[in-house]
């Protein structure tokens, strides 16, 4: 945007301008509803609520909420890096409403503390072509099933929930607590119709080095991709039509990852470590993911202790017990190794 730098308390509501810089302390009155005093004794109300998992809204609904934000938080409100919605009012009474008001549109207040904070994925199938799951989706079917955690049942710490529909992880996978990330298990093929593609601009697409360019025998150039490296993020594929997957509607899946975190708190900021190496794409209800799922989130809360996020947990216990406690299947790899490229090396029972 153009023209003279403006302070960003030009959009917001006078109340709120009053306090700016000026906070002192802050507490959850209920799930969902937080009040912030400030040093002259001012108080406002901050109201949190869920978002849909990709952050998509139809115009109608965007209306009804822009309506209940002029009504009660000054007309104004925000989304959060997590995708939730905060509406901050002068008065409690208003903060109430707009909680009753926003949840008769279907939209659960909370995620704060203990509780489940927010799920947020990437667009997925809806518009990109690199999509190897429905990242969307599944986090719809999840959210189904885990909202009891935004704002009802208690967890240990904080817990956050992405997915992405490929190792990309534009949904912001790896630095959540749980995340679901897209996978091709094939090795993408190089077809002759490569040739009509810039040949090292493709090879520079792949982020870890498993395209070179090889001469043929009559002097033409082609690509080769080392299937030891290629982690099957499809990106090669995306930037050249001449390189494909062959059949991905049977060997695409998603893998499941925990312990990312991006905060310094106890363990520090951690990357998520896959734990479930491939599960297969099976819509609309996903029920083996969401089984999955439901079953860490069980296993750390009653396991873990109060304030531990689940890299904290799982640093205490251990990943041999991690697996014990929750059953899951394990590989015997080196968690140490259990980053993006760990997904195509445990696909394969570590054969590779
Ligand atoms: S994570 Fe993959 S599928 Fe999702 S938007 Fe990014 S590139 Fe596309
Ligand atoms: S799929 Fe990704 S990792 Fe594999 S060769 Fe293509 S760009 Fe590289």
Same mark, same amino acid.
């Given at each position: 945007m153009e023209g003279p730098a403006r302070p960003y308390t030009n959009f917001i509501p006078p109340y709120l301008k009053e306090s700016v810089g000026k906070w002192k302390t802050h507490k959850v009155l209920e799930p969902g509803i937080i009040e912030h005093l400030d040093t002259s004794g001012n108080k406002i109300y901050t109201v949190r609520v869920a978002s849909t998992p990709n952050g998509r809204y139809s115009t109608e609904t965007m209306r009804k909420i822009s309506a209940i934000a002029r009504k009660y938080a000054g007309a104004s409100m925000r989304f959060t890096g997590g995708i939730n919605m905060e509406f901050v009012t002068k008065d409690l009474n208003d903060a109430i409403s707009l909680k009753t008001e926003m949840e008769d549109l279907g939209f659960p207040i909370g995620g704060w503390d203990g509780h489940l904070w927010n799920m947020t994925s990437c667009a997925g199938y809806f518009h990109c072509a690199l999509a190897a799951t429905d990242a969307p989706s599944i986090l719809q079917n999840l959210a189904n099933n885990l909202g009891k955690y935004f704002n009802k049942e208690e967890l240990p710490a904080k817990l956050t929930i992405s997915s992405s529909g490929c190792p990309s992880s534009c949904?912001?996978?790896?630095? !959540?607590? %749980?995340? %679901?990330?897209g996978i091709h298990t094939e090795i993408p093929i190089v077809t002759p119709e490569v040739s009509k593609c810039d040949l090292q601009g493709t090879a520079y697409t792949c982020p870890v080095g498993a395209i070179q360019l090889k001469q043929l025998p009559d002097g033409s150039r082609t690509l080769e991709i080392r299937a030891n490296l290629c982690i099957g993020c499809g990106l090669c594929v995306g930037a050249c039509g001449g390189i494909i997957f062959e059949t991905p509607?049977? !060997?695409?899946?998603?893998? %499941?990852? %925990?312990?990312?975190?991006?905060?310094?708190?106890?363990v520090g900021t951690t990357l998520g470590r896959v734990v479930v190496p491939y599960l297969p794409n099976e819509p609309p209800y996903y029920k083996k993911t969401v089984a999955v799922v439901t079953r860490i989130i069980e296993t750390w809360k009653k396991d873990a202790r109060k304030g531990e996020r689940i890299a904290d947990w799982v640093d205490r216990i251990g990943w041999e017990s991690f697996y014990e406690k929750t059953g899951l299947p394990f590989y015997g790899q080196s968690m140490e190794y259990l980053d993006v490229r760990g997904m195509m090396t445990l696909r394969d029972g570590g054969t590779r």
């Open positions: 949904g912001n996978s790896f630095l !959540t607590d %749980i995340s %679901i990330s509607e049977k !060997t695409d899946g998603h893998a %499941i990852s %925990i312990g990312g975190k991006a905060v310094p708190s106890r």
